[in-house]
């Protein structure tokens, strides 16, 4: 099954550093009424030195294997080369987890070195959430390869999301086009009217819980929402009380660890042993793909077929930066946002190119005038379509895919999934 969706609506500082922060949000939020962002300070690089952004990331997957992402933005940094003579340092990567405290402890790294211009990341909304007003009160731009959750940006309505904060971008697409998408695919291609879902509290899993649930109810489907601990893994008894309800369906976008757990226990619960699953694209990893009771699992992420497009900035395409991945790590990149953290980079870089400015034999970048370059990106050709940024952030496509994974293979290849829906805005 395939199908074209028409588009539908769319802190370790202690005292002295919150009070700082405050105080900094306070004034950025002044300068916005006022159109623009003044007084956030500027980044002088002396001749010969390196201009320096930082790269936050999950540095290690749940195998253990090195971060594909922060690998994709080495190698963008090294593809773009130097900026009006002067060499960019990403550094070694700086571990921000999946978690609040690492959001924070990353944050706090990158605001006690006054060297750093930007950053990239961190992966994940939770992470994003409480790095964000720290670097945003420090006057860092932010752009993230692969954070969705819509509090960090908007309700595509021109609402701001409760944990959007100045300077913040990203180049993968808001989960309000997931969530829609994932609903749509659930009711009119499945068939399914009665579904539960399961939510652990985080930014990402609760933004896409609370779009699939509006769209599913609003297209004249039923949902029960049922909440787990962030970690939670022993599932039966919640599992046996959904069955009751007897749902056609189980929607739940949440991480590998509680994914699992779903998806092994769910089979093995009485009443759910062929229920429909649908994740999320946090689930689309080898080690989830070849579990036994995967088999027939539907994984909602962004959509892949990115065909020959080209990064405008180093004429990169996705098979080009994978073959490249391949030669110098001697493995494929496992990550599905491998290309979204070569495009924010490459973006990145261009702008902070585009803004830099000689004093004498220095390079001076202003900060505010980073952000303001960065949110008037209009069609920039990345390798994941044409990206063009919004008033709060959001610079993706916002195209989605939804994989089958019929059989459950050792080692199963992402992208060789079959894809039986499509969406794009």
């Not at 159109?35 to 010969?48: D, F, I």
């Not at 904060?165 to 009119?188: C, K, M, Q, T, W």
């Not at 599932?235 to 699992?260: S, V």
């Not at 952030?393 to 195209?399: E, F, L, N």
């Amino acid at each position: 099954m395939f199908r074209a969706v028409q588009p539908y609506g769319q802190v370790g500082y202690g005292l002295w550093a919150i009070a700082a922060a405050v105080a900094m949000i306070l004034l950025m939020s002044a300068c916005d009424e006022l159109g623009s962002e003044q007084g956030l300070g500027e980044v002088r690089v002396e001749n010969g030195q390196a201009i320096h952004i930082r790269g936050l990331a999950v540095l290690a997957t749940q195998a253990g294997t090195p971060s594909p992402t922060f690998r994709a933005m080495t190698m963008a940094v090294e593809d773009f080369g130097p900026i009006k003579g002067s060499p960019v340092s990403i550094g070694a990567g700086i571990d921000s987890r999946c978690t609040a405290d690492g959001g924070t402890a990353a944050a706090e790294t990158v605001v006690g070195d006054p060297r750093v211009v930007a950053v990239i990341g961190p992966s994940c909304s939770v992470a994003v959430a409480q790095a964000a007003p720290i670097l945003s009160a420090a006057g860092m731009t932010i752009i993230a390869p692969s954070a969705t959750s819509p509090s960090l940006t908007s309700d595509l309505a021109g609402k701001a999301g409760e944990n959007h904060y100045p300077g913040f971008f990203r180049v993968a697409s808001n989960d309000l086009f997931e969530g829609r998408a994932a609903a749509r695919f659930a009711f009119e291609e499945l068939g399914l009217r009665n579904v539960a879902a399961i939510d652990d509290g985080d930014p990402y899993t609760s933004g896409l819980t609370a779009t699939f649930v509006g769209a599913f109810m609003e297209l004249g489907g039923a949902v029960e929402v049922s909440s787990i601990a962030k970690g939670e893994t022993e599932l039966q008894a919640l599992l046996g009380q959904i069955a009751g309800g007897g749902p056609d369906g189980l929607y739940f976008p949440l991480f590998a660890l509680e994914g699992e757990a779903v998806i092994r226990q769910s089979r093995a619960t009485p009443g759910l042993e062929n229920v429909t699953l649908i994740g999320g694209a946090s689930l689309l990893e080898p080690d989830i793909l070849s579990l036994p009771e995967a088999a027939g699992l539907y994984l909602p992420g962004p959509d892949l077929d990115y065909g020959e497009n080209a990064n405008q900035v180093t004429g990169k395409s996705s098979r080009q930066l994978r073959t490249d991945y391949e030669n110098r790590f001697g493995e494929q990149p496992a990550s599905v946002y491998l290309e979204h953290a070569y495009d924010a980079t490459t973006l990145l870089l261009a702008t902070i190119e585009s803004v830099a400015v000689a004093d004498g034999e220095d390079l001076v970048i202003d900060r505010a005038e980073l952000r303001k370059a960065l949110a008037a990106t209009s069609e920039f050709g990345g390798i994941i379509g044409t990206l063009s940024c919004d008033e709060f952030g959001d610079c993706g496509t916002g195209a989605v895919q939804i994989a089958h994974n019929p059989d459950s293979g050792a080692g199963a290849d992402i992208r060789e999934l079959p894809i039986v829906y499509r969406f794009a805005p």
